[in-house]
């Protein structure tokens, strides 16, 4: 992979962290990177070890989580704020990568948390995929329902 392709990809990542509550596919995706949709997905699984589609739910899910904690959104509105169309969906996904329904996580008090800048927050709870191909066929959790189950 050359220099030129990885900044295309960054890109493209870049639309995704900026824009993750508009519709975005892989197509759109690939044309701002300048690539074909095949070879974008093939290169950006390549260079950030997910494929487009995942980071961008991953993207979506931490914003959800951080509208979820506020409490003045239901789980509906904070869905389609994040830019998801569907609810089952959408909390499919969360409950895969956070460990609990959205529903659960909004109920349950994140107060300790609170003094924690949003930035470091925002580090310390993003979804960390597992080495290997296993990974592929586990869900991916960051522990963080286990630590408020043994609180």
């Known amino acids: ?21 508009r519709p975005l596919d892989v197509p759109a995706l690939a044309a701002i990177a300048l690539m074909s949709p095949g070879h974008f997905s093939r290169s950006f699984r390549a260079a950030f070890g997910e494929t487009p ?23 509906t509105e904070v869905c389609f704020e994040v830019g998801c169309t569907s609810l089952g969906s959408f909390s499919s996904r969360f409950t895969e990568l956070v460990g609990e329904s959205p529903s659960a996580y909004r109920a349950r008090s994140h107060e300790a948390g ?30 963080e329902a286990e630590r408020a189950a043994a609180s």
Do not use: F, H, W
């Open 114 to 143: 609170a003094a924690i800048p949003a930035c470091v927050a925002k580090v310390l709870t993003r979804p960390v995929r597992r080495p290997g191909p296993a990974a592929r066929r586990q869900p991916v959790r960051n522990g």
């Open 1 to 21: 992979m050359t220099l030129e392709d990885l900044v295309r990809l960054r890109r493209a990542r870049d639309t995704i962290d900026r824009d993750y509550g």
């Open 53 to 75: 589609y995942s980071y961008l739910m991953t993207r979506r899910i931490e914003r959800a989580k951080a509208l979820l904690r506020r409490g003045d959104l239901s789980v």
